[in-house]
Structure formats: structure tokens, C-alpha cells
């Protein structure tokens, strides 16, 4: 009996974070702003010179540099946070720890036995669901291989937080608050 293309199990397609362009289109506006309003103000003081509109343009790719999102990509095992300069990639099915990072922004810090680290931002995993199931399909099988010491908790956290974010987010799509 022979397979057709429909017998053959083809691995789930890599996820993306989807609100990555308007994120980036928001960071190019920031920055087309901030040297919109510098170089104005120079041309309405009269002191536009050359150096000044180096130095503004300088600042607003600075800006720009601060405020450019990583794209977060997932797919089979793997998750991946690409910025400006490099990749970061970690294999979740070998996931050793799970770390929370509070500060200015909160972060999930994720380290694989391979080395791997990569720090994302929470609500993107919470904005799309199907990054959340290749992270927690990962960190399952890294549970039952025995390879995630530490984070269980924190993914637990997570998990509950994302939950009641998008319960929040169906009761007010419906009208149900």
C-alpha cells in the first residue's frame, strides 16, 4: 500500500511573534519623530549646522537601537530571540532552567544544556499562543527527560498568568465583564 502525502506527518511549521512588525514600525516612528522635532527646532533657532544634524541622527538611531523589539521565533524544540546584532536560540526539549528577571521590563530567562540562553519578554508569549505551546511542549518533554531543575514554578506562574489574561480577554470581547 503506498503513502500518500497526506499519511506523512510533517513537523509543526515555526511560529512567530505576530505583533513583531508593529512593534518595529512603532520603534521607526519614535525615532523619525524624535529627529523631526530636533532638526525643527534647529531650523527654528537658526542653528542647523551639519555636526548638529549628525548628533540628532545619531540619537534618534540610538532611540531606534533601544526601542527595536526581538523577533521571538519557535518551532519543534527550539525557541529563538533574534535582535539587532545576533540570534539567541535554546532547545526547549533540553531546557535546564526557567528564571524570572524583574526590573525595568520583566524577562523569561531561559538556559538549555547545550548552553543556550535567551531572554524574551513574557507577554509576547501571552500574545501568542502558539509560541506559549512550542515553549510548554518543550519544558514538558525537558521535565519528563529530566533535564529542567529549576523553573517549574516560574512556568506554573506564567501559565496561570497567561490564563486569566486571555479569560480577561474573551469576557471583554463578549461583553461579559
Same mark, same amino acid.
Given at each position: 500500500?503506498?503513502?500518500?502525502?497526506?499519511?506523512?506527518?510533517?513537523?509543526?511549521?515555526?511560529?512567530?511573534?505576530?505583533?513583531?512588525?508593529?512593534?518595529? !514600525?512603532?520603534?521607526? #516612528?519614535?525615532?523619525? @519623530?524624535?529627529?523631526? /522635532? &530636533?532638526?525643527? =527646532?534647529? +531650523?527654528?533657532? *537658526?542653528?542647523?549646522?551639519?555636526?548638529?544634524?549628525?548628533?540628532?541622527?545619531?540619537?534618534?538611531?540610538?532611540?531606534?537601537?533601544?526601542?527595536?523589539?526581538?523577533?521571538?521565533?519557535?518551532?519543534?524544540?527550539?525557541?529563538?530571540? !533574534?535582535?539587532?546584532? #545576533?540570534?539567541?536560540? @535554546?532547545?526547549?526539549? /533540553? &531546557?535546564?532552567? =526557567?528564571? +524570572?528577571?524583574? *526590573?525595568?521590563?520583566?524577562?523569561?530567562?531561559?538556559?538549555?544544556?547545550?548552553?543556550?540562553?535567551?531572554?524574551?519578554?513574557?507577554?509576547?508569549?501571552?500574545?501568542?499562543?502558539?509560541?506559549?505551546?512550542?515553549?510548554?511542549?518543550?519544558?514538558?518533554?525537558?521535565?519528563?527527560?529530566?533535564?529542567?531543575?529549576?523553573?517549574?514554578?516560574?512556568?506554573?506562574?506564567?501559565?496561570?498568568?497567561?490564563?486569566?489574561?486571555?479569560?480577561?480577554?474573551?469576557?471583554?470581547?463578549?461583553?461579559?465583564?
Amino acid at each position: 500500500m503506498e503513502r500518500g502525502d497526506d499519511d506523512v506527518k510533517r513537523p509543526p511549521e515555526a511560529a512567530h511573534d505576530l505583533r513583531w512588525a508593529g512593534d518595529l !514600525r512603532d520603534a521607526v #516612528r519614535c525615532a523619525g @519623530v524624535l529627529l523631526a /522635532l &530636533l532638526l525643527l =527646532v534647529d +531650523w527654528g533657532t *537658526g542653528r542647523l549646522e551639519p555636526w548638529r544634524c549628525a548628533l540628532w541622527l545619531g540619537l534618534s538611531l540610538l532611540l531606534f537601537a533601544v526601542l527595536c523589539p526581538a523577533r521571538v521565533s519557535a518551532g519543534d524544540n527550539w525557541l529563538s530571540s !533574534r535582535g539587532l546584532l #545576533r540570534e539567541r536560540r @535554546v532547545r526547549t526539549d /533540553l &531546557l535546564v532552567s =526557567v528564571g +524570572w528577571l524583574d *526590573g525595568v521590563s520583566q524577562r523569561l530567562l531561559l538556559r538549555d544544556a547545550l548552553d543556550g540562553r535567551v531572554e524574551i519578554d513574557p507577554q509576547v508569549l501571552g500574545d501568542n499562543p502558539q509560541l506559549w505551546f512550542h515553549l510548554t511542549d518543550g519544558a514538558r518533554r525537558s521535565t519528563n527527560a529530566g533535564t529542567l531543575k529549576s523553573g517549574a514554578v516560574t512556568l506554573n506562574r506564567l501559565s496561570r498568568r497567561i490564563d486569566r489574561e486571555t479569560a480577561q480577554a474573551v469576557f471583554r470581547n463578549s461583553g461579559l465583564e
